[in-house]
C-alpha cells in the first residue's frame, strides 16, 4: 500500500503582492482557504522579523480561520516564540533567517545552534506545538535534530532544484539518504523549497518523505492558472509519483 504524501501550501508571497500597494488585497487568508478547496493540507507561514510578506494579523487570522493544520515557519528569537506560544498554530518549523537575504538560504544549523536551540524548543513542546527544523540533508544534522527534542524535519531542496544533470542526481540521492535516516531514528520527514511542477516528481516518490511544502512557485503559477488549478495539479503529480513508485 502506497502511503499518502500531504502538500502544506505556503501563502507568504501572496501578502508579498499585497504589502506592494498596502491595503488588504490580495488576502493571504483567502488564498489559504482556496488552497485548502483544492486538495493542500495544511497552510505554511513565515513570519520575518521585518514583515516584509506575511504580518502579526495574518498568522492571527489564519489560525483562527482555516481548518487545516497551520505551520509557522520562524527565526529562532524571543520575539518569534512569544508570538507562536500566544497563537498556538498547529506546528512550528524553525528556519535560518539573516535580515538582508531574499529568501531562505540553506538550513538551520543544529549543531552548530544546539545550545541556543536546547532552550528556545522545550516551551514550544510544552505548550504542545509540533517542532520542525528546516535543514540540510545531512544525517549529522538529523541527529542533533532529535537530541533537541524535533518531532519532524523538513530537508532543503533548493540545492537538488538548482542543479541540473549529474548534480542534480546527486543531490537526490543524498536527500534519499537522510530522508531514510530521518525514519530509522523516528523523526517524521517534510521536504520543501524551490520545487516545481518539473521537479516535484523525484522527491514525492521518496516514501520516507511524509509532507511537502510549496509556495513562492505555486503563487507564481497562479496568476497564469488560478491558485486552485496550481494546487490541483501539483497535488496530481505528487500523487503520481508517489503511486508509480509504490507500484515498481
Known amino acids: 500500500m502506497v502511503n499518502p504524501m500531504r502538500l502544506g501550501v505556503n501563502i507568504d508571497h501572496v501578502a508579498t503582492v499585497r504589502n506592494a500597494r498596502g491595503g488588504t488585497k490580495p488576502d493571504p487568508v483567502r488564498a489559504a482557504h482556496l488552497a485548502i478547496q483544492a486538495g493542500a493540507d495544511g497552510i505554511t507561514a513565515h513570519l520575518r522579523e521585518d514583515r516584509r510578506h506575511v504580518r502579526d494579523d495574518d498568522i492571527t487570522r489564519l489560525r483562527a480561520q482555516i481548518d ?65 527544523l528546516f535543514i540540510e540533508a545531512s544525517p549529522s544534522q538529523l541527529d542533533a535534530a532529535k537530541s533537541l527534542g524535533a518531532q519532524t524535519v523538513e530537508l532543503h531542496t533548493g540545492q537538488y532544484c538548482d542543479e541540473i544533470g549529474d548534480a542534480r542526481t546527486v543531490e537526490l540521492s543524498r536527500i534519499l539518504v537522510a530522508a531514510g535516516h530521518a525514519a530509522d531514528i523516528g523523526l517524521e520527514c517534510h521536504a520543501g523549497h524551490g520545487l516545481t511542477f518539473d521537479t516535484v516528481g523525484p522527491i514525492a516518490a521518496i516514501e520516507s518523505i511524509v509532507e511537502l511544502n510549496i509556495g513562492h512557485f505555486l503563487i507564481g503559477e497562479a496568476i497564469y492558472l488560478g491558485i486552485e488549478n496550481a494546487v490541483r495539479r501539483m497535488r496530481m503529480l505528487m500523487d503520481e509519483a508517489r503511486l508509480e513508485n509504490g507500484n515498481l
Open 68 to 132: 487545516k493544520p497551520l505551520n509557522f515557519e520562524m527565526a529562532a528569537t524571543d520575539e518569534m516564540q512569544k508570538i507562536a506560544l500566544k497563537v498556538k498554530p498547529h506546528a512550528v518549523c524553525i528556519v535560518p533567517e539573516k535580515r538582508k537575504e531574499r529568501t531562505t538560504e540553506g538550513g538551520l544549523d543544529a549543531i552548530g545552534g544546539y545550545e541556543h536551540l536546547s532552550i528556545f524548543i522545550p516551551p514550544l513542546l510544552d505548550a504542545g506545538i509540533r517542532v520542525s
